[in-house]
């Protein structure tokens, strides 16, 4: 299952102007490590990635390294599972931010996301990278700001391919529920993934911080749509 599109129309603004912008800092970080980094690979990781036992020991870049690691990342593939993730859930949750309030809860929830992975792995030595625990906010906060929302959803039932739109709760709740097992796995049994599933947790657990967020007229029109 993978989201394609949110399929309904912008209230406040036309172009997503901040959800662009991020997708194409990532790029160009990506392009860096990439082309530019040369044998210095896993130096530029553990400079800029987030890892815990160093942000515990107050050791290199420390709790900057939870900004800077959300535009790192592992592949290609990486890269643009997160951005298109951020296009589909972020254009409607930037619109009803604004682009500079949406920025400061993005980094918010990435550094939610970074915060309780460090705390319940904070002997991990391997570096997290990655915007999808501050990705797993936005779709956390599209999830409140929009719960009967549809995405247009690429599903192959066989070899069958379909596109259907799909109400978001399902598929938030597919991509957080997922997410649990091997979390408890990690927590109480030390198992190691090479996915980052305490962020993802952390990223959606900032986002009920949205509504501090959003624009005042978009406010008072959620909490006219939640009383009614």
């Known amino acids: 299952m993978i989201p394609l599109n949110d399929t309904e129309p912008n209230r406040y603004s036309s172009i997503p102007f901040m959800t662009v ?5 990532c790029c160009f970080v990506f392009v860096i490590e990439t082309f ?3 044998e210095d690979y896993w130096d530029y990781f553990m400079k800029y990635a987030l890892t815990p036992k160093l942000v515990v020991a107050a050791q290199g870049a420390g709790m900057l390294s939870s900004i800077t690691s959300l535009f790192l990342h592992g592949g290609l593939s990486h890269l643009l599972g997160n951005m298109l993730a951020l296009w589909v859930f972020g254009r409607r949750v930037e619109d009803a ?3 500079w309030r949406f920025l400061a809860f993005y980094l918010l929830a990435g550094t939610g996301a970074n915060i309780l992975f460090t705390l319940v792995q904070r002997n991990e030595l ?3 990278i990655g915007a999808s625990g501050a990705i797993f906010g936005v779709m956390g906060a599209y999830l409140l700001l929009y719960p009967g929302g549809r995405i247009r959803t690429f599903v192959l039932l066989g070899f069958v ?5 799909i109400r978001a709760v399902w598929i938030v709740l597919y991509f957080v529920g997922i997410q649990v ?4 796995n990690i927590l109480f049994h030390q198992q190691n993934y090479s996915v980052n599933h305490w962020a993802h947790l952390g990223g959606f657990f900032s986002s009920v911080l949205i509504l501090l967020f959003i624009r005042p007229a978009a406010f008072a029109r959620y909490m006219s749509d939640t009383l009614v």
């Open 97 to 99: 931010c604004g682009p």
């Open 181 to 184: 097992i091997p979390a408890l």
């Open 21 to 25: 912008l991020l997708i194409a800092a």
């Open 36 to 38: 530019g980094v040369g």
């Open 161 to 165: 391919p379909i596109w259907p739109r």
């Open 126 to 128: 391997l570096p997290g």
